[in-house]
């Protein structure tokens, strides 16, 4: 069933976000507020309901049906710089669904089409076009907050370098510096998250600053462009997701893994023969700083 999340109610109905960036008008639930997500119930009149069946077997039996749609999500993948969209991807590593988590995702996801991309050529185009719309800014401690969603079973520290570089190369070739925070997030936070109307990324800085006892409300969090969070709050997000003093991981379980935060720094600049020039260069060389953080 399809679902939205609440950006504005009314008196008797309320304006959803729905995945796909879309804008809808449905019936307002009770005691339903803004930030929620909710499910969109429709009703599929029978007749069409047995044609989209007997099209789907039809697919089946007569082997045209894309394969990714009968594949489950393998990971999930979510994105905050302001705009804040979740991407599922299967084993392959392709993107199958890409969700908004807010209106500025909603907007991202208009422009920039990801679906059936792998995962690295997404993440690029998405920041490529943060760029663009002027999220992702020369001159400024940019801000990328990431999260990757596996099974309790599976080990994601494999694909936090994959996701890094996706994120780097536009960020060097537009000369930004960022801050990138790559976090692992259990399946059952996720879950929690998404009742709070939020994303992972944001779910997990949330309650981090909640342990410390740092004041702001969950729809606030909903909406903050990660960057004037930091300079408001006084954050270094390196320091925040560190264990707070005397945590003994029993209030909200999300030190669990092992995450990282790299620094993008923006290319240096090197006297030549003709004068100066920028030299990306590679490494730790380009400016790139990392510093893993504690396990519990």
């Known amino acids: 069933m399809e679902s ?18 879309k804008f ?36 089946v039996v ?16 979510s994105l905050d710089i302001n705009p804040s969209v979740e991407l599922s991807v299967d084993a392959g590593k392709m993107v199958i669904t890409a969700r908004a988590l807010n209106a500025d995702g ?15 050529e997404a993440i690029e185009l998405l920041v490529f076009q943060a760029m ?28 936090f ?29 996720r879950a929690e998250a998404r009742k709070e ?15 410390r006892g740092i004041p702001f409300a969950v729809e ?8 004037n969070l930091k300079e408001e709050k006084n954050l270094k997000f390196e320091e925040l997701l560190q264990d707070p003093p005397g945590y003994a991981g029993k209030a909200s379980g999300i030190r669990r893994q092992e995450g990282f935060v790299k620094r993008v720094r923006p290319a240096a600049k090197e006297m030549t023969a003709d004068g100066e020039s920028d030299k990306p260069g590679h490494g730790l060389e380009r400016g790139m700083s990392q510093k893993k953080l504690a396990k519990p």
């Open 4 to 21: 939205g999340m609440i950006v504005k109610k009314k008196k008797r109905s309320c304006i959803v976000l729905t995945p796909d960036g």
């Open 24 to 59: 809808e008008e449905v019936s307002l639930p009770k005691d339903a507020r803004v930030g929620q997500e909710i499910e969109l119930k429709k009703v599929v009149p029978y007749f069409k309901q047995l044609i989209a069946a007997a099209s789907i077997l039809l697919l």
């Open 62 to 77: 007569t082997g045209q049906l894309y394969p990714g749609w009968l594949l489950p999500a393998a990971a999930y993948v």
């Open 106 to 120: 909603g907007r991202l996801l208009s422009e920039v089409k990801v679906k059936r991309h792998r995962l690295p």
């Open 132 to 159: 663009a719309d002027g999220y992702l800014k020369r001159g400024v401690d940019n801000t990328v907050v990431v999260t990757l969603t596996v099974s309790a079973d599976e080990q994601p520290e494999a694909d």
């Open 161 to 189: 370098q994959l996701i890094y570089d996706s994120i780097e190369r536009p960020l060097v070739s537009g000369n930004l510096q960022a801050e990138v925070v790559i976090e692992p997030v259990k399946p059952e936070q």
């Open 197 to 211: 109307g939020l994303s992972a990324g944001r779910y997990v800085l949330y309650r981090h600053m909640e342990e």
């Open 220 to 227: 606030e969090m909903q909406q903050v462009n990660l960057r």
